[in-house]
């Protein structure tokens, strides 16, 4: 029975399928079964590993499966594996047959196409993943407690960060979901907002005029130069970094940053300010070493750390590309998206809550909850930065 169920269904779940009369009279054949033979049989059929990914890992589109077995999900030290039907299919009966009943409309989006490329899945995996967190939140997240037991847990053993989350949440028994996203497969391309948010700031930065002693915020990482050809590399400038214009040929700027950066190593990375890690840009050696292009004035020494600084600047050539003359609307954009990423999980804290070298820390903690490309995610950091409690007049 099973056998004949997965071939009925690997003929249906074939690319390219056109809806004919032939598979109408195959689905109500399956239907025939479902509801009037073998019910139950039937029914444990559909409850397999098997079955789901014979629509879940198609060439196509092998996304979820190939990411659950990255997890420990997949693979631990006791040897348990959790299969789709484990954390998908609820073992309460009625919920069960609610489960299929809904399933039966999956089967349909099978025949519309709806997931089976990885461009349709990833544009559609942020309302199905919210499909399943509603169900889980409202279950309480059943199917994880099927196996995980609040009970229990040994609170000695666990790391600090877990138990002092955990605790609390076990009094509660709060459903599970609400913490752990993304634990079997990777979050949704749509969380991110900012996938439009950089390519729309560079379409804005199209309509910049540079003028000699004029001010420029980059809008994502940039190259820099060492010549007006722009064909010796100098490093790369961050994300929202303010330049000064002071030359200019065909295609390119000849800018000046200005910031600090430690006396110790190779002096590479310059900062905004002393004694502050806001990253401005980060030079080669070779530039970082060559007078031509930094130039150092007064030296501090930092109380707090005790390491030496020093003011400099940096003349260095770039395109002319991808600035803007203002900051703002770097900073709307990246406070959109701090809200839309951040806010998942927990209320997002206020960018003030922290100072400005407390937030990298904070931030890149949080990196593998959220899918940011790295120009995304210099900037928000950037905008938590500049928002923090040091630069916040509350302070
Ligand atoms: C006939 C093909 C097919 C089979 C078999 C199938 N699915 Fe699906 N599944 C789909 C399609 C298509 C969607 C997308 C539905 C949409 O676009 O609204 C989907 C969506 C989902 C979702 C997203 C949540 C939701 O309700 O929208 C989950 C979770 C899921 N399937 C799990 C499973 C599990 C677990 C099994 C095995 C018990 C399974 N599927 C078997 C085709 C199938
Ligand atoms: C079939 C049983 C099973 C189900 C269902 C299940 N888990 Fe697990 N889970 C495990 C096992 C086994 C481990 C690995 C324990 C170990 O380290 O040996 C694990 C590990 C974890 C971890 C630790 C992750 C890590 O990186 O160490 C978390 C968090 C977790 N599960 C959450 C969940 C949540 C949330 C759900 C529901 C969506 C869930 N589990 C469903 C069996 C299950
Ligand atoms: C209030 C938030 C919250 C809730 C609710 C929650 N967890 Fe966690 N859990 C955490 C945090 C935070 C960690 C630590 C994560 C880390 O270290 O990366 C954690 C860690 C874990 C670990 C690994 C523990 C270790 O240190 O070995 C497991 C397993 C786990 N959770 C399972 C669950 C399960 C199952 C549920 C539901 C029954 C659940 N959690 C509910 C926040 C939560
Ligand atoms: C350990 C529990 C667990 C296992 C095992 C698991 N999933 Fe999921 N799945 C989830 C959770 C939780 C979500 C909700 C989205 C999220 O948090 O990533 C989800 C979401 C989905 C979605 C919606 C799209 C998305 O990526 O969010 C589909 C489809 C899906 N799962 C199919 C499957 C299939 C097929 C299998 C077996 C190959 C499977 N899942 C195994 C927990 C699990
Ligand atoms: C998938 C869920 C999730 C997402 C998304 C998420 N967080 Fe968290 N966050 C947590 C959990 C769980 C904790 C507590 C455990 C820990 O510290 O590891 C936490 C803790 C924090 C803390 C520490 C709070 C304190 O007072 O010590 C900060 C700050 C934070 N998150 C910021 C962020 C930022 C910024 C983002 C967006 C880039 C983000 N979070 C996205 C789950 C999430």
Redesign the pocket.
């Known amino acids: 029975m099973k056998k004949a169920l997965l071939s009925i269904w690997r003929t249906l779940s074939r690319p390219a399928v056109h809806i004919s009369l032939g598979v109408l009279c195959l689905g109500g054949f399956v239907a025939g079964i479902i509801f009037w033979g073998g019910f139950n049989t039937a029914l444990e059929a559909t409850n397999t590993e098997e079955f789901c990914i014979s629509c879940h890992n198609t060439p196509e589109n092998d996304l979820v499966y190939t990411e659950l077995q990255q997890t420990v999900h997949w693979s631990n030290h006791s040897g348990v594996r959790a299969t789709c039907p484990d954390c998908h299919v609820p073992h309460n009966w009625t919920d069960k047959i609610a489960r299929k009943v809904q399933a039966s409309k999956e089967v349909f989006a099978w025949f519309m196409g709806s997931i089976d490329t990885v461009e349709k899945f990833e544009a559609r995996r942020l309302v199905l993943a919210q499909h399943e967190w509603e169900r889980f939140s409202a279950n309480g997240s059943l199917e994880c407690k099927n196996c995980h037991n609040y009970a229990s847990m040994n609170w000695d053993e666990m790391s600090n960060?877990a138990r002092?989350?955990m605790e609390p949440a076990a009094a509660k028994d709060q459903s599970c979901i609400d913490?752990h996203?993304?634990i079997a497969h990777a979050l949704p391309q749509g969380m991110d907002s900012s996938g439009g948010m950089i390519g729309e700031l560079v379409q804005q930065s199209h309509g910049t005029s540079y003028q000699d002693g004029g001010e420029y915020y980059s809008v994502r990482h940039l190259e820099m130069f060492e010549d007006g050809d722009l064909t010796i590399d100098a490093g790369l400038l961050t994300p929202a970094s303010k330049v000064m214009v002071v030359a200019e040929n065909d295609d390119a700027i000849q800018v000046v940053i200005s910031g600090w950066r430690k006396t110790k190593g190779f002096g590479r990375v310059i900062n905004e300010d002393f004694g502050m890690n806001i990253a401005t840009a980060s030079l080669t050696k070779e530039a970082a070493a060559n007078p031509e292009i930094v130039e150092a004035f007064e030296k501090q020494e930092d109380d707090l750390t005790g390491l030496g600084w020093e003011r400099i600047t940096a003349t260095v050539w770039m395109r002319k590309d991808s600035f803007l003359s203002s900051p703002d609307a770097l900073w709307s954009k990246a406070g959109e998206a701090?809200v839309t990423?951040?806010s998942?999980?927990?209320t997002?804290?206020a960018p003030a809550h922290?100072s400005a070298n407390a937030w990298p820390g904070?931030?890149d903690?949080?990196?593998s909850?959220?899918n940011?490309d790295s120009d995304s995610e210099a900037l928000?950091l950037k905008y938590?930065q500049k928002h923090s409690s040091t630069f916040s007049d509350h302070h």
Request: with cysteine; charged share 5%.
């Open positions: 960060a002092v989350q913490c996203k993304g701090y990423n951040c998942l999980c927990h997002q804290p922290f904070m931030f903690g949080m990196l909850f959220v940011l928000v938590l």
